[in-house]
């Protein structure tokens, strides 16, 4: 749990209140502040304020910075994270190379200001934008880069030792995030699930298991075989049609988006969430294998040669999309996201992989995530490990129930006359046509969208 706002002008001190209790659902109401020369920091008491790394996911500061604090310090940090503080010299924010944990900024008044959601921006501006990932920002320097997201050379060449070598890193990585008992892990019984709490049974105590779906749905039939192999207490929570329209205007008001994609797949976070917050205080995500394994069905389709570059831009849309999703859906119910994934080793070591161990001829069809699969051979049953890729919305049985209640809902007419936003962004369909006015009714008046990610292989009306 964890949220903070920021502005540039320790005068505005009931501006930046005004934000952070707009984000009460990340920390309580209870807050921390910090008000240095230039800078006014407030955020909720749950906030980690010390950079350490004992700390599995460093979100503010509301106390002087350490004094070794330089973009080498911050591009040497393996956890996701999120920072401001208030300085004599002025404000200070950075933010993770992946992007995995949210920051926003804006102006008003000529002031900068800065939140962990769009949402508390809005209450003092219309200018909203994301703030860059692995960035930093000081009221006397502006925007530095300190780290980017690339691949580093890998010294093993052969596919055995990539995948006993992948595996170890992946085992860190959940060390590094997993430090208390009593978490729990979003299991669809997909790879990327599967992977992350195979190996977080390993050193997890009580460790709990948790998948939603449609009576039926392949997500709840795998998640639980997965489970009775692991021997990790599990719930399946089930939901009808119904029950998914009903949230949908909560749930794209925590997301901060109306892409049809992204909202399909938030809608069943969102709800599954609000029951893990109840068992436990952090849910384990696989979120970010797809992009960094070439997971997607699409790119089977992409030359080889150019794979590479589609992964590191998949990656790179992380911010908005797919991390957006974790993070709103978890933390709209006071619930941590943990990111093994998003952890700078595993990123760094993953983007190094060749290709063609990511996608590669075996049995008979191209498997996507195939080194990822080798690296946890042993652990999975056969039948998960192997198990094709499947859309989130379709594993959960979500498929096509949305998109045909918005065509039931929306007009033609009203299609044509409102598809085109006024930033000129066009709709792609009734669906999001129908999430665009749900999202209007809580977040509408901001005058640029440039902020918001939107997702590729979306269906497109004509």
């Known amino acids: ?45 749950h906030v980690w304020p010390r950079w350490s790394p004992s700390l599995p996911a460093a979100s503010a500061w509301v106390d002087t910075p350490p004094p070794d604090l330089t973009p080498d310090t911050l591009a040497s940090w393996p956890l996701p994270f999120a920072l401001a503080a208030a300085t004599e010299g002025g404000l200070l924010l950075a933010r993770d190379r992946m992007g995995a944990r949210p920051l926003y900024f804006g102006y008003s008044d000529g002031d900068l200001c ?47 030792s990539i995948a006993k070598r992948l595996r170890s890193i992946l085992e860190e990585a959940i060390g590094r995030v997993t430090l208390a008992d009593g978490l729990g892990v979003w299991l669809s019984g997909g790879v990327d699930s599967s992977v992350i709490a195979s190996l977080a049974s390993l050193s997890v105590p009580s460790l709990r298991s948790f ?12 998640g639980g075989i997965m489970a009775r192999h692991l021997g990790i207490r599990h719930q399946a929570v089930t939901v009808s049609p119904q029950e998914l329209i009903a949230a949908l205007p909560d749930a794209i008001a925590a997301l901060e988006s109306f892409d049809a994609l992204l909202v399909r797949s938030s809608v069943t976070n969102w709800l ?40 590191g831009s998949a990656v790179a849309s992380l911010s908005n999309t797919a ?71 379709q594993g959960t049985g979500v498929q096509d129930i949305l998109s045909e209640h918005a065509e039931r809902n929306v007009s033609d007419a009203d299609f044509r006359r409102e598809r085109v936003l006024p930033n000129g962004w066009s709709l792609n369909t009734k669906e999001e046509l129908w999430y665009y006015r749900l999202f209007a009714e809580r977040l509408g008046g901001l005058a640029s969208l440039d902020w918001m990610g939107r997702t590729k292989g979306a269906p497109v009306s004509s």
């Open 114 to 160: 800065a939140a962990t959601e769009v949402k508390a921006l809005a209450e003092i501006t219309t200018d909203v934008r994301e703030f860059p990932p692995g960035h930093y920002y000081t009221s006397s320097g502006g925007f530095c880069r300190f780290a980017e997201v690339r691949g580093v050379d890998i010294e093993e060449k052969d596919p055995d």
């Open 211 to 222: 998948v939603i779906g449609l009576p039926g749905s392949t997500d709840v039939e795998y």
């Open 1 to 45: 749990m964890s949220s903070f706002a920021a502005i540039a002008n320790p005068q505005r001190k009931h501006d930046a209140e005004r934000m952070l209790a707009k984000l009460a659902h990340r920390g309580g109401t209870d807050k921390r502040v910090f008000e240095g020369g230039g800078a006014y920091v407030c955020a909720s008491e």
């Open 323 to 393: 991390f957006q999703r974790v993070d709103r859906s978890a933390h709209a119910h006071g619930l941590v996201p943990l990111l093994p994934f998003a952890d700078a080793a595993v990123t760094e070591y993953a983007l190094g992989i060749p290709v063609s161990l990511k996608l590669k001829e075996w049995n008979g069809r191209r498997v996507e995530k195939w080194i990822l699969r080798k690296a946890v051979e042993g652990l999975v049953p056969e039948n998960v490990l192997w198990r094709p890729k499947t859309k989130f919305w």
């Open 272 to 311: 599954v969430s609000r029951i893990v917050a109840d068992h436990v205080p952090a849910v384990l995500s696989g979120e970010g294998g797809d992009e960094l394994f070439a997971g997607y069905e699409y790119m089977k389709a992409i030359p080889e040669e150019n794979l590479a570059a589609e992964l």
